[in-house]
């Protein structure tokens, strides 16, 4: 288990990248436009970042009255590249002095209480965080005992004194990330990969509302500052760019949330399925469209925009589709998947049908897994949808 633990952290380690500011800032700030108080009275834990270099760290502790924290809490895995040496968000290379027999390479935590011009310079900012830290004025910074997994005994005696979890996560333990919050009942904002909305741990949070996509469409990927010492030969080089020395990742990713804003109460506006037909061009051209499943009781709706304002059933609509989800206008029932795990498949193929299934379409033997998705015909050929998320309206419409 200690093995497993210790792989588990040094992967969490190898998938740090470091969110932008100004990503953070649009975010939260989507929260506050709808509910000014989203913060006001909470203890807010950032588990998964580097105090050092953190911009959740830098943007709560910068907004820490404004937002009317009660308290602000980080931690990181160890060991953080500038800990006990530079905290690089506070000041211009600003040098901490370590404490005598404080190891040079710590798992950090960070605790704010209280934030003000300690330094009489006549403004509140980053240089003051830092001389209220050196000193352990009203703040606390101390090393963990551990190595800052968000699993530790230490860490989940954090987690349970806070109210909400902003961070972005290590993706390869996002499972157990989510998990988490869950059991301990947090209200939680934070990044995940798009693909995660497919994990069968995922998705019934999301078909029972308990959790959603964040304020940031989810048709903008997110561009990650990347340490100096990532390991970027696996990434694609489109996903990679690099601006005045400092290498950026794009990545996949969208916010997720359980923490209402308003997005997710606006109706999505829609038109008739005659009219689609008519005048929705992505319709016109498609071959797809409105077909009737032949393994499941719904129709294929290929466009998030083609969803028709007069149709009573079951559609399948593509993952992007949550982030036009308003939960008083629409009804989540499942998706299309291999292990049937919502009970709405109507046909399971035999191995035979499969083998089949390619024989047709590719000319060669092999097998179609066509349990894995939606299946319409096409051409009189089997074919398979790309991933859909089944749903119906809430009320009928004419």
Known sequence: MANANLTSAKKAKNDEFYTQYPDIEKEISAYLMYNPDTFRDKVVYCNCDDPFESNFFKYFVLNFKRLGLKKLITTSYKPSPVANTQLALIGDDLVLDTPKGRPKQTANKFIITEVGDYNNDGAFGLPDIADQLKQNKNNEWTPLEGDGDFRSNECVELLKQSDIVVTNPPFSLYREYVAQLVEYDKKFIIIGSKNTITYKEIFPLIKDDKLWVGTTSFTKDILFIAPKDADLSSKPKTAVRTVDGVTYLRSPSVWFTNIDHGR???????????????????????????????????????????????????????????????????????????????????????????????????????????????????????????????????????
């Open 264 to 398: 997710r109460h606006q109706p999505l506006g829609l038109m008739t399925m005659a009219d689609n037909r008519k005048h929705n061009k992505k319709v016109v051209k498609s071959e797809t469209a409105y077909k009737k499943y032949d393994n499941y009781d719904a129709i294929e709706v290929p466009f998030t925009d083609a969803i028709p304002s007069d149709y009573d059933g079951v559609m399948g609509v593509p993952i992007s589709f949550l982030d036009k989800y308003n939960p008083e206008q629409f009804e989540i029932l499942g998706m299309c998947e291999n292990e049937d795990l919502y009970k709405l498949k109507t046909r399971t193929y035999t191995n035979q049908e499969k083998k089949e299934a390619y024989q047709a379409k590719f000319g060669k033997s092999g097998q179609y897994d066509l349990n894995a998705s939606g299946v319409i015909f096409v051409n009189d050929l089997y074919e398979k949808v790309y991933q859909r998320i089944l749903i119906k309206h809430r009320k009928a419409t004419s």
